[in-house]
């Protein structure tokens, strides 16, 4: 494992045990979104798993999203969509597509263009220092 993924996955933002914040939504007002190749990567998606993989198993729309966390402007905005969904049922929010137990991402090598081109300010900070 490389240095910026020892740090991700286990100093994120320079916190001991701390993980991948860029895939949870926790208490922030944060949305992972928008994602201007949802079809490609839903054919992505798709060619993984051997099967048709549909829009609402991986996307909140704007009328989903918004009902979600009316409480948080970035789910309020339009512009902020389509938005990859998290799990509700875990306390910081994950992406469907994070491994909570490894602290990756299951789709990493296909992430769509938001996921891959996400630049973290501690992270670049960190690697600029070493």
């Known amino acids: 494992m490389g240095t910026h993924c020892d740090i991700c996955s286990f ?3 320079g916190r001991e045990g701390y993980d991948g914040s860029c895939c949870h ?10 994602h201007d190749d949802s079809e490609k990567f839903l054919e992505r998606l798709s060619n ?7 829009f609402q198993e991986v996307f909140y ?12 402007n970035s789910w309020q ?6 938005a990859l969904k998290v799990d509700l049922e875990k306390e910081r929010k994950p992406c469907i597509f994070y ?3 490894l602290r990756s991402c299951s789709v990493y090598e296909i ?4 996921c891959r081109n996400y ?9 600029l220092t070493r």
């Not at 905005?77 to 389509?82: E, F, K, L, R």
């Not at 630049?119 to 690697?127: A, I, P, W």
């Open 111 to 114: 992430r769509p263009n938001t």
């Open 99 to 101: 491994n909570s137990t």
């Open 77 to 82: 905005n339009i512009s902020s969509y389509p």
């Open 61 to 72: 729309s704007f009328e989903e999203g918004s009902e979600l966390f009316p409480e948080k």
């Open 48 to 54: 993984k798993f051997g099967r048709k993989i549909e």
């Open 11 to 13: 100093k994120c933002w």
């Open 25 to 34: 939504i926790e208490d922030r007002d944060f949305i992972i979104g928008p």
């Open 119 to 127: 630049q973290c300010d501690f992270l670049y900070k960190e690697l």
